[in-house]
C-alpha cells in the first residue's frame, strides 16, 4: 500500500505548501521501493550507510491493457528513470487517463502525468520534475552539460510527422532520417551517450522516445532504424538493456494502443 497522498482543500496548478486535509489513494496503488541497504546499478552492488529518504509520492500513467501496470507515456518514464538512477525509493499511484479519479484531479486538477510530490508540494511536467531531483538529490550526478543537452532534441517530432502521415512522398520519412542521420554522427564522435561514457539526463529524456519510436512505427509502418545508422542502434540498445529502463518500460501492447488513434485519426 503506497503511502497517503496529502493535499491542500483549494488544489491548484501549483499547490500551497499548507497542508489540512488527507486523502488516501486508491487501494491498487502500486508500490515501488528501492532497497536501502543493497541497490543495484548496471551490474554493481552499492551498500549505502546514510539514511534514506522517506518515498517520494509519484502519478504515472496507468496502463490500458493489464492491470497495475505502468502506462505507456515517455515523460513518465523519465522520470521515473531518473529515480531509478538516483536509487531514490519511491510510491508509484498508477492513473486511469481516461477515467481520471477524484483523488488525483484533487492533487493535480489539469489532470496530467506525471506529478511528483517533493517538500510537501506536487510538481508536474518532466523538465522540471527532474531538474528539482537534480538539485535535491544531486549524487549520483546526471545533469547533462548545456551544450549537449539538446541532441537528438527534434527527433520525437520528426518522428510523431512521419507516423502520422498518409503520404510516402510527403518528405516526413526523409526529415526523420535526417535527424537520425545527424544523431548517428554524433555519437560515433561523442558517444556511445550523449554525454560521452556516462549515461545522463539527456538519455533518460530521448531514450523512452526511441522506444516508442521503434515500437510505433515497426508495428504501424514496418519500418525499422536502417543499418546505415549503426551508432543509433548501438545506442539504443545500451539504453534499452539498462536496469533502470527495464524496470520503467511500458509494455510494446500498451505503446501500440497510445499511438493507434493518432495514426487511425
Not at 128 to 155: M, R
Not at 226 to 233: C, E, R, T
Request: proline fraction near 8%; hydrophobic fraction near 40%.
Amino acid at each position: 500500500m503506497s503511502t497517503t497522498a496529502r493535499i491542500h482543500p483549494t488544489a491548484s496548478a501549483v499547490l500551497s505548501t499548507t497542508i489540512k486535509h488527507h486523502l488516501r489513494p486508491p487501494p491498487n496503488a502500486v508500490v515501488f521501493r528501492t532497497n536501502p541497504n543493497s541497490l543495484r546499478r548496471r551490474g554493481t552492488t552499492r551498500t549505502l550507510t546514510v539514511a534514506m529518504a522517506a518515498p517520494l509520492d509519484v502519478c504515472a500513467k496507468a496502463s490500458v491493457t493489464v492491470p497495475n501496470k505502468l502506462g505507456d507515456c515517455p515523460f513518465c518514464q523519465r522520470v521515473l528513470l531518473t529515480l531509478e538512477e538516483k536509487h531514490l525509493p519511491y510510491d508509484l499511484k498508477l492513473v486511469d487517463l481516461g477515467n481520471k479519479p477524484e483523488w488525483f484531479l484533487k492533487i493535480y486538477p489539469e489532470g496530467k502525468v506525471p506529478v511528483v510530490k517533493l517538500d510537501e508540494k506536487w510538481v508536474a511536467d518532466s523538465d522540471i520534475i527532474t531538474q528539482a531531483l537534480e538539485e535535491k538529490y544531486p549524487d549520483p550526478p546526471l545533469a547533462t552539460p548545456p551544450e549537449k543537452a539538446s541532441v537528438g532534441s527534434k527527433i520525437f517530432s520528426t518522428f510523431i510527422g512521419f507516423l502520422k502521415s498518409k503520404d510516402a512522398k510527403d518528405g516526413t520519412e526523409e526529415a526523420l532520417l535526417n535527424e537520425l542521420k545527424s544523431f548517428d554522427d554524433y555519437l560515433k564522435e561523442n558517444g556511445p551517450f550523449i554525454n560521452g561514457k556516462v549515461v545522463s539526463a539527456a538519455d533518460f529524456s530521448l531514450g523512452p522516445k526511441l522506444y516508442h519510436l521503434e515500437i510505433a512505427l515497426g508495428h504501424f509502418k514496418d519500418w525499422s532504424i536502417p543499418d546505415s545508422l549503426p551508432y543509433v542502434k548501438s545506442y539504443m540498445k545500451s539504453i534499452f538493456s539498462l536496469d533502470s529502463f527495464v524496470k520503467a518500460s511500458a509494455l510494446k501492447e500498451d505503446v501500440i494502443a497510445g499511438w493507434r488513434p493518432k495514426v487511425l485519426g
